[in-house]
């Protein structure tokens, strides 16, 4: 794959290193939005279709993405909305526990930490068992591993971890859930649309991703895989939209009770939002067509300069995302200068600098990232 930044429309004299903060939109996802706002100058050109046929279809591609059906696919507003639905249905166990990993998102941890309350059951977070950066991604998963037994009632994580871009073995992780009866839940906000996601080889219950960072869409809007365990479940919200009877607009005061099947009963209310929804398919429909392993092929390939210059083993973290090591005669105080006057924009989690990169970013954007940290040494 060759760089796809003339897509996109990004200042030419930024190095936009920051995709895990937020994506840049694609042009055509632009062109969508600009269409939607003048289509909604005049009502009378709207038909009944416009109120669902996007959000079917943004679901489906949604679905090829994470391998599921579009039927198990919800649009949320949010992950925190997502992960509230969720947890809404989630049966607790008798003296069980939950668990989370260490400095997990924040809506993540409140999430399940409100959950766990409610319901009586212990939160057990898991850290990494080494400080060693070359196995601190074997250790952390064997540790989750080993922490899964009979009384864990849920596992919450993320797929690649959002501050420093350590993986998480998913398929280990919800093989072990599903011996044991628990149910998994994965936020993929951060992996999602370039890495490879599969919910059923992964043995994924719930999978919520915010549409505005790899999946270049916009904000204020989540897609979430629901597996049959949520299929007859209580949904926060009783929207008209998520009944049977919603085409139907000559009849809606006969008030139906049946929701639609399975994940679309926990659609947000005005799902079919008719601005973000353009948005949303242009970014899905680019991904698929780019395909996730090509993506992590060109990130693996744009990064290994960075870590080659830093003499740094990239074993246990993403391809796409992760914490640089600084060297130890590193000015930090000069380096911030330095990124400042080069126009690099990147994230600093901790005491390491967070590089995201994707297939907007060239040779310059790492070129002119090595010249800042070796002008601080």
């Known amino acids: 794959m060759d760089c796809q930044k003339h897509l996109f429309s990004l200042h030419p004299d930024v190095h936009y290193l920051n995709n895990a903060y937020k994506g840049p939109l694609l042009k055509s996802g632009e062109q969508a939005a600009i269409h939607a706002l003048q289509r909604g100058r005049n009502p009378s050109d709207m038909n009944i279709g416009h109120f669902f046929d996007l959000v079917e279809e943004v679901r489906t591609l949604y679905g090829k993405l994470v391998n599921c059906n579009a039927s198990q696919v919800a649009i949320v507003p949010s992950t925190s909305y997502g992960f509230a639905s969720a947890l809404n249905n989630v049966k607790p166990k008798t003296n069980g526990k939950a668990i989370t990993i260490e400095d997990e998102f924040p809506s993540d941890f409140f999430a399940i930490k409100k959950w766990c309350d409610t319901h009586d059951n212990k939160l057990e977070i898991i850290g990494p068992g080494t400080d060693d950066r070359n196995n601190i991604a074997d250790s952390w998963n064997e540790k989750i591993l080993n922490s899964i037994n009979e009384s864990t009632s849920v596992v919450i994580i993320s797929s690649v971890h959002w501050a420093n871009g350590i993986n998480f073995n998913l398929k280990s992780i919800g093989s072990k859930c599903k011996e044991m009866g628990a149910i998994f839940i994965v936020d993929g906000t951060?992996?999602?649309?370039?890495?490879?996601?599969?919910?059923?080889?992964?043995?994924?219950?719930?999978?919520?991703t915010a549409a505005y960072k790899w999946l270049l869409g916009p904000y204020s809007l989540c897609l979430v895989y629901l597996d049959d365990n949520f299929n007859n479940g209580t949904p926060l919200?009783?929207?008209?939209?998520?009944?049977?009877?919603?085409?139907?607009?000559?009849?809606l005061a006969n008030y139906d009770p049946n929701y639609q099947p399975n994940a679309a009963r926990y659609n947000m209310g005005e799902s079919s939002n008719f601005i973000l929804m353009p948005i949303a398919k242009e970014g899905l429909r680019q991904i698929l067509n780019w395909n996730t392993e090509e993506i992590q092929s060109y990130a693996t390939n744009l990064s290994k300069p960075l870590f080659d210059f830093l003499n740094a083993n990239n074993k246990s973290f993403s391809n796409h995302l992760f914490s640089l090591p600084m060297p130890k005669n590193i000015n930090r105080e000069k380096l911030h200068e330095n990124l400042r006057k080069r126009?690099?924009?990147?994230?600093?989690?901790?005491?390491?600098?967070?590089?995201?990169?994707?297939?907007?970013?060239?040779?310059?954007?790492?070129?002119?990232?090595?010249?800042?940290?070796?002008?601080?040494?």
């Open 190 to 208: 951060q992996s999602v649309g370039s890495q490879t996601m599969d919910v059923q080889a992964f043995n994924i219950n719930v999978l919520v």
């Open 237 to 251: 919200e009783e929207s008209w939209m998520n009944r049977t009877n919603a085409r139907d607009f000559s009849n």
């Open 343 to 377: 126009n690099i924009i990147l994230s600093q989690r901790g005491e390491s600098l967070r590089v995201s990169v994707n297939i907007y970013n060239d040779e310059n954007d790492i070129a002119s990232l090595i010249e800042a940290i070796k002008l601080a040494m």
